[in-house]
């Protein structure tokens, strides 16, 4: 119970990645969870993996998966596309996480067009590549980075830079401010953070 319940301080084991020490991912699906493991068991090599999920995903009435995502040709996307993308994206928010369900579902309720939902499951490694692509297919878009941890804790501080060498400009930031705690302690206060930083991942 408490504040340091809520966070496993992802942003240390971040400060920690370098020289391909370990591997840092924050899974949003059933498969992806099972895939990693399955690569995890299979590569010849073996590095530490660190998995950042949270129990609320566990009866999240969204993060499900079909059968045929866990059998013949699938595998370990480190970078999730949209499932459902616009038609012509004027804005590109990324994230890692649970709150990409937050984000879908916000465009959803206020009919969003143009902004495209990209999680990026394997923080380090960063597959620059793939980042690299979805950076040619949208130079005029806007970008933004959303958590929902504190400015100055979770994913930001090491993705920024990383974003900004890819795309050529630093992204916008939304989430919640920079705080001492992981946790406000109170549910309505909660509620409106996550409302505020929503609304500026769109209107950033």
């Given amino acids: 119970q408490g504040p340091e319940h809520s966070s496993a301080r992802l942003e240390r084991f971040l400060q920690q990645c370098a020289e391909d020490n370990i591997q840092v991912c ?5 498969a992806n969870f099972f895939h990693v493991l399955r690569r995890q068991m299979h590569r010849e090599f073996k590095k530490p993996l660190v998995i950042m999920s949270p129990k609320s995903l566990l009866r999240h009435p969204e993060a499900v998966s079909r059968v045929e995502d ?5 595998y370990f996307q480190e970078i999730m596309p949209d499932p459902e993308p616009p038609e012509k994206t004027d804005r590109v928010i990324f994230c890692s996480g649970k709150v990409f369900y937050d984000l879908v579902n916000y465009r959803k ?3 969003i067009k143009g902004a495209k939902i990209i999680r990026i499951e394997q923080l ?8 690299q692509r979805i ?6 878009a806007r970008l ?19 974003l900004e060498r890819v795309f050529g400009s630093k992204p916008a930031y939304a989430g919640r401010d920079a705080a001492a ?3 406000v302690g109170v549910l309505a206060l909660h509620k409106r953070e996550l409302a505020k930083f929503l609304m500026e991942a769109f209107s950033l």
């Fill in 26 to 30: 924050n899974i949003s699906t059933p």
């Fill in 70 to 74: 866990f059998v013949e040709e699938t």
């Fill in 109 to 111: 309720e206020k009919e």
């Fill in 124 to 131: 380090y490694p960063l597959h620059e590549h793939e980042l």
């Fill in 135 to 140: 950076a040619d297919e949208h130079r005029d």
């Fill in 144 to 162: 933004v980075w959303c958590q929902e941890e504190s400015e100055n804790m979770g994913a930001w501080t090491y993705i920024a830079p990383h």
């Fill in 181 to 183: 705690s992981p946790a």
